[in-house]
């Protein structure tokens, strides 16, 4: 399974669970198609308990504690089924936080369904948070596309 596909099933796993898509793909939707090995989601602090059980419950293995990083929280869920495999990463913001984002989101439609997509400019306030090589390439591309 590709990973567009594997989005449409955390798609319909995670509802009505708001998220967020961010990261590599959420980049390729607004800017160039990027090669990525994982999906990134932003969540609610609220939220997390809910997706983790979702989440179990389909096959993923979820980590027992999420990783708190100086700029970012994040928990990782692995699913490996025979050949198929994904790593989802779960960016949790603070609920008041997650509201103004979700609040400024971006929908896009994909075979039919509506995906949450994190607006391109708090996309680049959060790679920019990071600060990574990459991410320093992305936030580059992402301000002259917003300029146009």
């Excluded at 779960?90 to 439609?109: A, N, P």
């Excluded at 369904?113 to 994190?118: E, G, K, L, N, R």
Aim: hydrophobic share 40%.
């Amino acid at each position: 399974m590709n990973l567009f596909n594997f989005l449409l099933q955390l798609n319909r796993l995670l509802r009505p669970s708001p998220y967020l898509l961010m990261g590599g793909m959420a980049y390729s939707v607004f800017a160039e198609p990027r090669f990525t090995e994982d999906i990134d989601l932003m969540i609610s602090e609220k939220d997390l308990t809910d997706i983790c059980g979702k989440l179990k419950t389909a096959g993923y293995i979820n980590q027992k504690e999420p990783w708190i990083f100086e700029k970012a929280k994040i928990m990782r869920s692995v699913y490996i089924q025979g050949e198929e495999s994904l790593i989802l990463d779960l960016q949790i913001e603070s609920d008041k936080l997650f509201q103004v984002y979700y609040e400024r989101r971006q929908t896009i439609r994909f075979q039919d369904t509506d995906i949450s997509v994190i607006h391109p400019e708090d996309l680049i306030e959060l790679k920019e948070r990071r600060n990574s090589i990459q991410d320093k390439a992305d936030i580059g591309q992402l301000k002259t596309l917003l300029k146009r």
